[in-house]
């Protein structure tokens, strides 16, 4: 399997084997630290804004800083940070990290406050350790192992479709937290459609590259075009874009969280009221028309399965087999940048597509038990690398593009 190239320039500089040192307040290097921000040589390093992650293991307090991910309630290892490092233009530093931390890309980078992100490039990253040399003039910089998504970005891309005729913007439900959690409808306001569609991303909360699917999807469907008016009057849709939303806004893993997470909620007692609102709602507003569900996931960062876009199947044969008639669609039609011309299927109970409870507990085990469900899948977009194929923001919104209109194709051929 190829690594990504990439085309971006970095200002990074060929990794420095520099010891770290201890200063009052630091843990003794090896050790996992609590230091969740830096001052000092004005330069300051922190995770204080939505979606920041950050622990600082150990520093010289000078230019070369140990990083690590915020586990917070997470009861496995994982690897979302994300930081913010201000003061600091015109200067190289260093930031180390574990391997196992940082993906196929290296770093996501920002210049703009976390508006638009690019890959700094595996070239730039060394047994885990990258550097960097601040632009001068530059006030803020923002790392992360990926491209985070938040709900500013939403209501920064929703502003554009104010207005739009069929679009509904609205609230699924309320956090623990006291967030609104936002719903997305889309259809045809004079009637329903034939075809109900649920799209749904961040019952990990990490797992971002998801959101910008869902800005393809929703930017294909609001197009004006043939194929756009076709969904509209075809198609009602149904987009939660943050079904976690208090751990995307606070910066959380989400992934194996205690007791359990978002995705191993489905079952009969739900103690997240965004999962209990989905599973009254989607039923209800689907009101037994074929119903078509997307959950929306990012694998692991790397290696093997983990770097191939994938298609999780149910253990609903019927859907199993129209999961194979949309994928071959889907490989004919496809444009982006993200190859699809193969589809890889993982099939019910192979790789990590095993888990079986009664009732099941991840979001498209329960939707496949639902009456009207006709076609439902887990979609995992690696996090940098597609077989190949570099993931970034642009290519997954292509990604979102394609999925929506293969399936414009597919339901034109189908008769439930």
């Known amino acids: 399997m190829k690594t990504p190239s990439t085309k971006m320039k970095t200002t990074a500089i060929s990794i420095l084997s520099l010891a770290l040192l201890v200063i009052p307040g630091f843990p003794a290097k090896g050790e996992t630290g609590k230091n969740h921000d830096f001052q000092g040589n004005g330069i300051t390093i922190d995770g204080e804004f939505p979606g920041g992650n950050l622990i600082l293991t150990e520093t010289n307090g000078e230019d070369t800083f140990g990083i690590a991910p915020d586990l917070r309630d997470t009861r496995t290892p994982w690897f979302y940070w994300a930081f913010q490092v201000k003061g600091a233009a015109g200067k190289t530093l260093t930031f180390t990290l574990k391997p ?3 993906g196929v890309a290296g770093p996501g980078v920002s210049t703009d406050g976390g508006v638009t992100w690019k890959w700094l490039g595996a070239e730039a990253v060394d047994n885990g350790s990258f550097q960097y040399t601040f632009p001068e003039g530059t006030e803020s910089v923002r790392f992360s192992v990926g491209m985070p998504y938040q709900q ?6 929703l502003e ?17 937290k006291g967030r609104e959690v936002t719903l997305i409808k889309i259809g045809n306001p004079d009637k329903p459609n034939r075809w109900a569609m649920s799209v749904t991303a961040r019952n990990h909360a990490c797992e971002m590259m998801g959101n910008y699917i869902v800005e393809g999807i929703i930017s294909t469907v609001l197009a004006d075009n043939d194929a756009g008016k076709w969904l509209r009057d075809n198609v009602d849709f149904f987009i939660v874009p943050f079904v976690d939303t208090d751990g995307v806004e606070d910066g959380d893993q989400g992934k194996n969280r205690a007791p359990h997470d978002h995705n191993r909620d489905y079952g009969d007692s739900p103690i997240y009221p965004e999962v209990a609102a989905i599973k009254k709602q989607l039923p209800e507003w689907s009101n037994n028309r074929p119903l078509i569900a997307i959950d929306l996931h990012d694998p692991a960062l790397r290696n093997d399965i983990h770097e191939v876009l994938s298609f999780l199947g149910t253990k609903n044969e019927a859907v199993a087999k129209r999961l194979d008639a ?19 299927i993982m099939k019910f109970g192979s790789a990590f597509n095993r888990i079986d409870a009664v009732p099941p507990l991840h979001f498209s085990g329960w939707a496949s038990t639902l009456p009207n469900a006709y076609l439902n899948f887990t979609l995992e977009t690696p996090y940098a690398n597609a077989s190949g194929s570099e993931v970034n923001a642009d290519s997954a919104r292509e990604l979102g593009t394609d999925l929506v209109y293969a399936m414009k194709v597919w339901l034109e051929q189908e008769q439930p």
């Open 326 to 344: 949309y994928t071959k669609v889907l490989g004919n039609e496809s444009q982006g940048s993200i190859i699809c011309n193969k589809p890889y």
């Open 152 to 157: 500013s970005d939403l209501n920064r891309f």
């Open 160 to 176: 554009k479709y104010r207005g739009k005729p069929g679009l509904e913007v609205g609230t699924l439900t309320t956090t623990n």
């Open 100 to 102: 196992e931390h940082v």
